[in-house]
């Protein structure tokens, strides 16, 4: 999409030059609205965790938010042998959740990260899903980058053990009164080249819901998460595990509201409960004229 900046020349006063610029409007109904982003600390039990799912919900829409996002393994968090083997259990209810909440509350959800297992293989997609008010699914994202990593405090991570890797970029969703929104998954956070993708379709919310480890995330999360939110000139919004869900597996918490010029507006702490903060389009247009860093770019 493209908007006119007007400057006029000194060479005639009744001559001026029409400049056209690559820079994504904001969605012209787009209005200030609330947004939740959930911290869960969530077990190997299913019914239970949706049961924790819903009581935050509730008190994200009490509080007046119309856009909520749940965090990665937001219905299970346990050994991938047990996620494996209830996969399709998961995944069937966990759509069916996302879509009652929707249409119960009338917000918009993000269910952000579920296993749906691939057809012909031993192994699932890790995946995203967003709901709008009427219980219809708007955009669907499978994680692109797995986190296979040996981390400091001992612990060794493979996902690729159990998920495949989606191959294409998110889409960006373009709702008329909460914006474009753009979703990633967790370890995506350390890639900025999908978020430049996203950017380019034009971009005002990224969602990015997480299970961060405890060791990375007391150092990378909230700077990476900055990060993507200034160098986007967007808003940024992270729902988050938190606490202990089984063996030696910790998060981080401190699921988060960053606005474009990289503030954090709120922050859930350590404990279960909900980051909620306005996302004003008028924000984001103050910003991208105080930094119109995505005019500038030159290797696109």
């Known amino acids: 999409m493209l ?23 904001v969605t ?47 219905p299970f968090l346990g050994e991938e042998a047990d996620k494996l083997a209830q996969a399709k ?21 993000l269910g952000g990260g579920f296993p749906v297992p691939v057809e012909q293989t031993n192994k699932v997609y890790n995946t995203a899903l967003l709901i709008d008010s009427n219980g219809q699914e708007i955009s669907r994202y499978c994680k ?9 405090d001992g612990n ?21 009164h909460l914006g474009k929104i753009g979703i990633s998954v967790c370890y995506d956070v350390r890639f900025p ?14 969602f990015v819901p997480a299970a961060f480890t405890a060791f990375t995330g007391k150092d990378h999360w909230q700077i990476l998460l900055q990060a993507r ?29 960053i606005d474009p010029w990289g503030v954090i507006l709120a922050d859930a702490g ?6 909620i903060a306005e996302i004003d389009p008028s924000r984001l247009e103050q910003v991208r004229r105080q930094m119109p860093s995505l005019e500038h770019r030159v290797f696109g």
Do not use: W
């Open 144 to 152: 692109a980058h797995l986190f296979d990593v040996n981390v400091p």
């Open 193 to 206: 080249e999908l978020y430049r993708q996203m950017s380019s379709q034009g971009l005002d919310v990224i």
């Open 270 to 275: 350590d404990k279960p409960g909900i980051a």
């Open 156 to 176: 060794t991570y493979a996902e690729s053990n159990t998920v495949m890797a989606g191959k294409e970029i998110p889409q960006v969703c373009d709702s008329p």
């Open 28 to 74: 012209k109904s787009m209005k200030p609205y609330l947004a939740a982003a959930i911290q869960m600390t969530s077990v190997p039990n299913l019914q239970k965790n949706l049961a924790q799912a819903e009581e935050l919900i509730d008190l994200a829409v009490r509080q007046g938010a119309e856009l909520v996002g749940l965090p990665e393994n937001f």
């Open 89 to 109: 259990t998961i995944a069937d209810e966990s759509e069916l959740f996302l879509k009652k909440m929707a249409q119960r509350y009338q917000v918009t959800i």
């Open 3 to 25: 908007y006119l900046t007007i400057k006029f020349t000194t060479i005639s006063r009744y001559i001026f030059i029409i400049y056209l610029l690559p820079y994504p409007l």
């Open 229 to 257: 939110a200034i160098e986007n000139t967007c808003y940024v919004i992270a729902p988050a595990q938190t606490g202990t869900h089984y063996a030696r597996r910790q998060t981080h918490g401190h699921a988060m509201i």
